[in-house]
T-cell receptor
Framework: KAGVTQTPRYLIKTRGQQVTLSCSPI?????VSWYQQTPGQGLQFLFE???????NKGNFPGRFSGRQFSNSRSEMNVSTLELGDSALYLC?????????????FGPGTRLTVL | DQQVKQNSPSLSVQEGRISILNCDYT??????FLWYKKYPAEGPTFLIS???IKDKNEDGRFTVFLNKSAKHLSLHIVPSQPGDSAVYFC???????????????WGLGTSLAVNP
């Protein structure tokens, strides 16, 4: 069974630009969560999608948005990039919404904002 | 304010010995805790979890202990192996019964090095 895939793996952007990251969950998984990982803050929850609906949202500004498609694939978008948005963005999928399920993480997209 | 704290950024142990990774939390509403392991260039991998109704959960070489009164949990790895060298994250969450608050709150991680 293929794991969670994220594209692209690395990305370099400049301030003010916008970026779209993609996540393909494990086949059959309907929940996709996004996290931002930085050295000082650790993993911070961005949002969770289940059946194409955002079910939960972290404390990030509106520049961060996402969506989920009918095939459970998810994208997240960051507009008007700032230097502080440089981070590893991780996507995780799980079968259901219960926290007791294991979340399977992708390898992440490393975003660098110059 | 970090609600989940892993106060040791790094830990080094000898192969075959016990590794003990610690995690403290401040929110008494947390009732489910997970440990993840992360290798470089990979996403975190779920390792073991514990619910607040238990004080111990064991899975092979990995055991998690929970002390609710102290708001403290620890992960024991016995015996430690070089392949266990990774960053270990502790994460906590409130019960689903607390509403639509399924967010996992993560610690900053502890980097474990197991020396041959």
């Amino acid at each position: 069974k293929a794991g969670v895939t994220q594209t692209p793996r690395y990305l370099i952007k400049t301030r003010g630009q916008q970026v779209t990251l993609s996540c393909s969950p494990i086949s059959g998984h309907r929940s996709v969560s996004w996290y931002q990982q930085t050295p000082g803050q650790g993993l911070q929850f961005l949002f969770e999608y289940f059946s194409e609906t955002q079910r939960n949202k972290g404390n990030f500004p509106g520049r961060f948005s996402g969506r989920q498609f009918s095939n459970s694939r998810s994208e997240m978008n960051v507009s008007t990039l700032e230097l502080g948005d440089s981070a590893l963005y991780l996507c995780a999928s799980s079968w259901g919404r219960r926290i007791y399920n294991e979340q399977f993480f992708g390898p992440g997209t490393r975003l660098t904002v110059l | 304010d970090q609600q989940v704290k892993q106060n040791s950024p790094s830990l080094s142990v000898q192969e075959g010995r016990i590794s003990i990774l610690n995690c403290d939390y401040t929110n008494s509403m947390f009732d489910y805790f997970l440990w993840y392991k992360k290798y470089p260039a990979e996403g975190p991998t779920f390792l073991i979890s514990i619910s607040s109704i238990k004080d111990k959960n064991e899975d092979g070489r990995f055991t998690v202990f929970l002390n609710k009164s102290a708001k403290h949990l620890s992960l024991h790895i016995v015996p430690s192996q070089p392949g266990d060298s990774a960053v270990y994250f502790c994460a906590a969450s409130r019960s689903l019964n607390a509403g639509n608050n399924r967010k996992l709150i993560w610690g900053l991680g502890t980097s474990l090095a197991v020396n041959p």
